[in-house]
């Protein structure tokens, strides 16, 4: 299995809503990252597990909270979201964060919409 | 700053002619550089890597330079076809405080057309 699967592959939430964002990768990597994307823009590094430990938080705010229940997965828990939070979120997952002459594996995304 | 430009922004095509992309970095100390495909809505799929040491590496009808000297990289796209239409993202890692950080380019959308 060399694929990173996300879940759903889109939701639409109210701003009132709690939703989660599921991310699952079988290839024995170590670390796992949260990335949003908007529109014709690159991607924008939120989180990154290394070792199901929380090692950077991009000054994300509260409103996102992730999770990682053991080194296959990774959650991303959303609450009381606002409309400009709508963008696609990419989880990515690599060898290790010490290793950077691995490449990342990139998920297909979510397609997050906040009304 | 260490910051990755890439150009043109957008570029339209004929199918079936070879077209360049350009990346420029000002990543220092620098560790490898990556070129990804992404389709609109999807996630970005690895095409090449290079470490410093690599000047040139290829993936089908893909081919990405390197010269670390002017820190600048390529990518050639060969006899293009309609599936090549989607964003090319350049990323530099460095490595930092023990670990490494990527920076991604802003990226450039190529069109291909029938």
């Known amino acids: 299995d060399t694929e990173v699967t996300q879940t759903p592959k889109h939701l639409v939430m109210g701003m009132t809503n709690k939703k989660s964002l599921k991310c699952e990768q079988h290839m024995g990597h170590r670390a796992m990252y949260w990335y949003k994307q908007k529109a014709k823009k690159p991607p924008e590094l939120m989180f990154v597990?290394?070792?199901?430990?929380?090692?950077i938080n991009e000054s994300v705010p509260s409103r996102f909270s992730p999770e990682c229940p053991n080194s296959s997965l990774l959650n991303l828990h959303l609450h009381a979201l606002q409309p400009e939070d709508s963008a696609l979120y990419l989880c990515?997952?690599?060898?290790?964060?010490?290793?950077?002459?691995?490449?990342?594996?990139f998920g297909s995304g979510t397609r997050l919409t906040v009304v | 700053k260490n910051q990755v430009e890439q150009s043109p922004q957008s570029l339209i095509i004929l199918e079936g002619k070879n077209c360049t992309l350009q990346c420029n970095y000002t990543v220092s100390p620098f560790s490898n550089l990556r070129w990804y495909k992404q389709d609109t809505g999807r996630g970005p799929v690895s095409l090449t890597i290079m470490t410093f040491s690599e000047n040139t590496k290829s993936n089908g009808r893909y081919t990405a330079t390197l010269d670390a000297d002017t820190k600048q990289s390529s990518l050639h796209i060969t006899a293009s076809q309609l599936s090549d239409s989607a964003s090319y993202i350049c990323?530099?890692?460095?490595?930092?405080?023990?670990?490494?950080?990527?920076?991604f380019g802003t990226g450039t959308r190529l069109k291909v057309l029938a």
């Open positions: 597990y290394s070792y199901e430990k929380l090692s």
């Open positions: 990323v530099v890692t460095f490595p930092t405080s023990g670990t490494y950080k990527y920076i």
């Open positions: 990515a997952s690599s060898h290790g964060t010490g290793e950077g002459n691995y490449g990342y594996t």
